[in-house]
Structures are given as C-alpha cells and as structure tokens.
C-alpha cells in the first residue's frame, strides 16, 4: 500500500514535509496503526504514540486522508491510497504524527471535571436511578483522544479561550450527573462568548468521534440550561 | 543531572497508582506521579467486566464467600491473610469509587449493578454468586477516569510522558527515587524521594499472542531485577480464554456472566466435560484449558479450526446493546461480526500476570534478607499488577484485578503516610545514584547491527510457543535457549536513531530491557516448577502437588536463581481453607 506521512523532526534543521513510503501489508482485517507500526520496524524515526491498540485509551488519534480518527480502529481496506497520514490539527506538532496536547488539557481541566458532592458520604453508595444514570451514557465514555477538538475551527482559531468539545461534553457529564451539586458553579464558569458561545453548531465534532458520541448535543443541552434559569 | 525532589513519589499512572497517589496528595505531603503515558492512556483503561465486592446488592453475599471463592480460584497458592484483607475491604473500596463519581450501571433500586463472574460462588462453593460490580463493560475506563479526575482535584503533580528508568538505593538498600526520562526532550531526571511506588503495571507483551495494551513491558520488573531484589511466581500467566481470534483484543468474562456460552464446531456446549457444575464459568484458567484442548483435538471452528464460537445473539441486541456496548464494538471492528447476530470467534490470549514483585499487605517490597525470606525493602512499595503481594495465587479471578489496584493503592497510601511520618529526613543521595542509568542511556548511544524491533518480535514468538498455556520440561528448556540467544543479539543492538526530542525508538529500546528480565524471570520459574497448579500446567507433571509446591517461587536474576518461600495459609482472623482438590 501507498502512504504519505508527515514527517518532522526539530532538531534535523529541515522543514516539515511528506514522505512517501509503500508497504508490502495485506489491508484485509488490518487497521491503519498496524501499517505505521510495521513502516515503524523498517524506518524507526517515525513517531507515534500509541497503548491499548483497540480504541480505548485514546492515543493514536491521527488526521488521515483529511479525517481525524484513531489508528488502531481505522480498517486499511477503508482507506484511499495513497493514504496521507498527519498530525491532529490546531495543535503544536512535538515530531512527525505527536502533537502537544497541552491546550487541549488545559481546557479539559478548565472544566474542574471531577465530582463535586460536599454532602456527609454515607457508608455505602449514594442511589442513582437506572433513569438518573442513563444521563450519563454519551457522556461518560470520552476517552480524551481529542479527535473532536481538533477537528473544530472555533478551537482552532481560539484554543485559549474556547473550552471545545471533549472538555465541554466532560462539562455536562457532570451537569448531568444526579450526585454532582455544583451545577450553578459550572454553568457559571461557562457562561462566556468564548468558552461556550464559540460553538457554532457544525457538528464536525460529531463527524469525527471514533466513540460515536455527541458533544454538539451536549454543548446545546447545556446552552438551554443557561437559558432556562435566565427565565 | 537535573534533580527534582518530593516526598512521595509513584511510579505508573493506572488505576494502583493514581490511587495511592490520591491518598497521599490528600496529605500535606508532596507526591508526585511519574507516567510514560497520560494517565488516562494506562492499561486499566481496557478493563472491561467490572470489579468485584461481596455488596450483596443482588443476591445474598458475604466477603467471606468471596475470601473462599479466591482461595480456591488461586488454587491456594494466594495468601490468605492478604487475601482475606482484599476481601473485608473490598466494598468499602467500592463505596469509595462510587462516591468520587464512578458511573456504575444501577440497579432497580438505584444501588451498584453487579453481575455473575467465573469461579464465584456462594456459601464456599455452592451456588453462582452475583458478585461483579460493572460500569457497563467500560468499568477500568470509568475507574481510571475517576481516579484521574480525583487526582486533578487534588493538585498531584504529574509527570505525563516520562520514562522510568532504575531504582536509586543507597547502600543500607534504602530506596531514595528514581532515574527517568522526559520522552518529549529526551532529557534525563533524578526524582528524589523518601518513599516511591512502583505500580508499573504487567509486561503481557512479552507474549505473541496477548490482550494486553503495547506499552505493557514490565518496566517496574526490569527495575527491581536490575536493584538485585527477586521477582515471585513469575510462572503463573493467565491466559484468558476469550480474546478475539487471531488479534488477541479482549472479549470480557462478563459476556458468558450475562448469559453467553462457548461452542465448538459440533455446536456442543463443551465445557459441559470440562466443569460440570460451573461450566462457562469455570476459572479462566479451566476454561482457557478446555479451549486449547478442542483446538487441539480438532474441533475447532472456522476453516483452519483454530478458534471456538462464544455465542451470545441469543441476549437479544437489547440487552447486549446496554451491558456489552463495548464488546459489540470491539467485536464488529476487529472480527468483522456483531454478536447480535453471530457468535464472536474467541482462543486463549495472555491476559495477566499472577506473579511480579514480591509485597506484604501494606504494598511494601519483601526480599530476602538478614532477618528471614520477607524483609520490607525500605521506601519501596509496589501495587496492582506488577505486585505479587500474592492475592492472585496461581490463577486471578475476574474482577479481582480492579480490585487488587484499588484495595491495595489505598493501603499502600496509607503505609507510606506512617513511613514518611517516621522517617522525616531524606537520606543522603550517593554520588553514584545515577551512573547506572547514565550508563545505559549511553549503550543506546553505540551503533549496532541488531534491530531492536527484530528482537523483541522473536522474543514474543520464542514465549508463544514455549511458555503458552500447556507447557513441558524439553519445550521450557528449548525456550530458555533461544532467549540466550536473543540476549547475545541484544548485546549487539544499535538505534539508527540517536536523537533526543520524542525518540520513541529509544524507548522501545529501553521496554526491551525490560521484556528481557520478565520473559527470563518465566522461563526459568515455570523450568523450576515440576508440577501443575492453576495456570501454569506441566504436562510432563500434571499433578498438583502440595507436598513440595505449595510455596512461592523467588527468581533472582544473578545466574538466574531460584528460590521459594512459604505460602501464608492463615488469614486474619477467620478459618484457613485447607488445599483439597479444585473442581467446578
């Protein structure tokens, strides 16, 4: 197969570019992270992260042929040659396909996403309704790979001050979580032209969660509790 | 070199780690967390089935059942007073999650959702018990998430992407840190501290065929062989007996909990033959066994008969869409079927390390030494996975995992909060702490004809074959030969890439080390170990034998010697289980 890869290194003194490189791999039941891997074995100053290899922790998130997606998930007989492999967009590339995913933790936590209860714990759990919890589902799952974020111009053009989508979708996990009282402090630390009002709805974010989640949702539930309590 | 200095330090951000972290930061201590990959990146992040505790929010339940049902799962090669103190801990631990935030699915009643798991039982050995408490099938993401976020709110200072090198002691043996290396500048670091947890997770890559995530190389093990201290039951892997054909990604236990089963290609529900009574829930260890053996008779599925069917449309897609989201999606993806529809083509795949660094219950490193076989090494702990404090024994029960990471971090939390308490003053660090380090980086300077991408294939091949599920004297032996081999190559390995900034062939390099110490650890244990228990199954010694082999083995990696020490058959408080044969 036919590849075009990024490729960057600081302290080679030469500008990025694309390198071309063919593998002999058989695509059928092979994903994407297994052909970096193997181009890997023959050329090892491609870098990549990577760990789970099966979609879960979130660390192969690559922009392939114009699309945002996770390595090890993506099948090679889905992709058109030559298959053009770069760095997640609108972050600073560290070398060759590693980006610094600093801004986009930095806004994750902006979002103080941990569970805020200041009540006395009982001595087993707290209840929560199978309904209660259901909240939760499409929220809960995000595995912090920054494929949406990256793939959102308003957090291209505002990463300071644009929480995006993931640390938004993390937002209103909380929000909508029964056992979290701080829902007044959230909404209120969101209440901003920049760090919520940035969303404009093109869902590109939802295009491109290789979990299948929806923050464009979220974003909208949690712009219709802002306005609930202004009424 | 430069130097930072805290008073605690962990190694390894999974689910131990980042919870002995939390009881520390809570403190007015400074604690640090030393991870090669971002926390939430950690091979907790895969567990799927859940974590158990006798909550008895389901059925009728007692952490004694669950003390008895682990026992006998380790096939009484666990210590039974750690034992019985992960179990009595065991739903507090769980409480304690759920009040940090962790989705659990719920109950009716709005209490933990729990679900059957193998080799549960209760009133010791009766009826399936309903035991698992389960985040759907994502539970070690919904832990270590939690975890992580706790850990933000408690202001731990996190070192993301720094790769830990060698324990640093000083010649009474004391631990006083770590070396590491930034990934991102390739720069060297000396982390000073007066207590420092390995929690460093299992090196599962050690095998061709393996569930476990690709940074899971064993770095803690590599450490603490590299310091002259023992690695214990390093022969007992788990192999789990569903992972997807050919890929090895895991298909959780909770599948067969909720109601699936295993087919060979008669249609024949085989492991009726193989354990009566608890049939699909058998140990993993049984199951993983009866799997191997109807491949290997030929009835396996498929045109090359090399997997067996689990099936389980006949949940309904309902169901499987709200307890097995994730096994659905793992399942369309890498074995092109949904489970809705058709059963999902699953073999044996090395899951788990039984074995690792030996501990007490309060997560403190034991070596021999002066005083007897169990010595706390001191300013050394080790959790999770890459501990063997041993609650596992010769075969880990589902949902027990989760469990260990998160009983015993808070444990081991809580020990390191007395020792820094009764040893306020740092010791004073050698003028050598960092030469060894040093001296390795600088083998990965020198040119070599030998690729370490190569190497570390063939070594996963050489225990594929020869330290898989069923295992001989001749076979070991063969094994062990080839790793010389690969280690005489190993000496002659050069990187093509000497350069600093996110160098990750520089760290696959340094794994490689690592995945050295742990196969070598296997090979000569599982050699040592002339009999079969549990998960390490001799077919030249197919016989239990507890008059010579009830105890634990201690591989020291000077000329590779092997020593054993006695397993701890009394509990706590309540009566020991005395070893009788182990049937489900």
């Known amino acids: ?231 | 070199m430069n130097v930072r200095r805290f008073d605690a330090l962990i190694v390894g951000g999974g689910g131990a780690g980042l919870r002995a972290a939390l009881q520390l930061a809570r403190s007015d201590y400074k604690v640090a967390v030393v991870s090669k990959v971002f926390p939430t990146r950690s091979h907790t992040v895969s567990a799927q089935g859940g974590i158990t505790a006798a909550l008895g929010n389901v059925d009728d339940d007692r952490w004694e059942w669950h003390f008895y049902d682990t026992v006998k799962g380790g096939d009484w090669l666990g210590d039974q007073d750690a034992i019985e103190f992960m179990c009595r801990e065991a739903p507090s631990a769980v409480y304690e999650l759920e009040h940090m935030g962790l989705p659990f699915s719920r109950l009716d009643n709005g209490r933990i959702y729990q679900r059957p798991f193998g080799g549960q039982s209760k009133n010791f050995g009766g009826e399936q018990a309903t035991r698992t408490c389960a985040a759907a099938d994502r539970t070690g993401h919904a832990l270590l998430h939690t975890l992580y976020q706790q850990n933000l709110a408690a202001r731990t200072q996190f070192f993301d992407e720094y790769f830990a090198l060698d324990l640093v002691r000083d010649a009474e043996g004391y631990c006083l840190g770590v070396t590491a290396l930034s990934i991102e500048t390739g720069e060297p670091l000396l982390i000073e501290a007066r207590a420092t947890l390995l929690a460093t997770g299992g090196g599962g890559r050690a095998f061709g065929n393996s569930s476990n995530a690709l940074i899971n190389t064993g770095d803690g093990l590599g450490m603490v062989l590299r310091a002259g201290l023992p690695l214990q039951d390093m022969e007992f892997w788990q192999f789990h007996p569903t992972g997807i054909a050919g890929v090895g990604c895991l298909i959780t236990e909770g599948v067969r909990g909720e109601g699936g089963y295993l087919l060979n290609k008669q249609g024949e529900r085989f492991m009726d033959r193989y354990a009566p009574h608890a049939r699909d829930l058998a140990g993993r260890d049984v199951v993983a066994r009866a799997i191997a053996i109807e491949i290997a008779e030929g009835r396996g599925c498929g045109p090359r008969g090399d997997y067996i069917d689990l099936k389980l449309d006949h949940l309904g897609e309902a169901a499987i869409a709200a307890k097995l989201p994730g096994i659905r999606d793992l399942s369309i993806r890498f074995a092109g079927v949904d489970p809705a529809h058709a059963p999902i083509p699953v073999a044996p795949t090395a899951h788990y390390m039984m074995g690792g660094i030996p501990t007490n219950l309060h997560g403190q490193v034991v070596a021999p030494a002066r005083f007897g076989p169990e010595e706390p090494v001191p300013g050394l702990y080790a959790v999770g996975e890459c501990a063997c404090v041993s609650v596992h024994g010769a075969n880990r029960l589902g949902g027990n995992s989760l469990l260990d990471l998160v009983v015993f971090g808070r444990a081991a939390g809580r020990h390191m909060l007395d020792y820094l308490r009764d040893n306020p003053y740092p010791r004073s660090m050698p003028d050598d702490a960092a030469d060894a380090s040093a001296a390795r980086l600088a083998r990965w300077e020198r040119p070599g004809s030998e690729r370490v991408a190569a190497i570390s294939d063939d070594l996963r091949r050489t225990m594929q074959a020869h330290c898989s599920v069923f295992r001989t004297d001749i076979s070991l032996r063969q094994g062990l030969a080839q790793l010389d081999a690969l280690e005489a190559r190993l000496a002659h390995a050069g990187l093509r890439d000497t350069s600093r900034v996110f160098n990750t062939a520089r760290i696959e390099a340094l794994e490689l080390d690592n995945l050295v110490g742990v196969a070598r650890a296997t090979l000569v244990s599982a050699i040592h170990r002339t009999e079969s228990r549990g998960a390490h199954t001799r077919e030249d010694f197919p016989e239990r034998d507890d008059e010579r082999w009830l105890r634990h083995t201690l591989y020291a990696r000077a000329e590779d010697q092997v020593d054993t020490k006695p397993v701890r058959l009394k509990p706590l408080t309540v009566e020991s289980v005395k070893p009788k044969a182990r049937v489900y």
């Open chain 1, 1 to 231: 197969m036919k590849f075009r890869l990024y490729r960057y290194n600081p302290e080679s003194g030469v500008q990025p570019r694309m390198q071309d490189v063919e593998l002999d791999i058989d695509p059928a039941g092979r994903m994407l992270l297994d052909a970096l891997i193997a181009i890997k074995a023959q050329d090892e100053t491609l870098s990549l992260r990577r760990s789970c290899r099966e979609g879960v922790c979130g660390s192969d998130a690559v922009n392939v042929n114009g699309r945002n997606c996770l390595a090890c998930i993506t099948p090679l007989s889905t992709l058109k040659e030559p298959v053009e492999v770069r760095p997640l967009p609108g972050l600073p590339v560290i070398r060759d396909l590693v980006v610094d995913m600093e801004p986009f933790y930095r806004q994750y936590r902006s979002i103080r996403p941990w569970l805020v209860n200041d009540e006395p714990e009982p001595e087993v759990e707290r209840l929560q309704s199978p309904a209660d919890r259901a909240l939760l589902d499409g929220a809960y799952e995000c595995i912090l790979c920054a494929c949406c974020t990256t793939s959102c111009p308003s957090f291209w053009w505002h990463p300071d001050t644009f929480v995006g989508p993931a640390g938004l979708l993390q937002a209103y996990r909380f929000i909508a979580d029964s056992r979290d009282e701080a829902t007044a402090a959230r909404l209120d630390n969101l209440e901003d032209p920049y760090r919520l009002y940035r969303c404009r709805g093109i869902m590109n974010c939802v295009d491109a969660c290789p979990k299948g989640l929806n923050p464009t949702e979220a974003i909208g539930r949690i712009k219709a509790l802002l306005v609930k309590r202004r009424v």
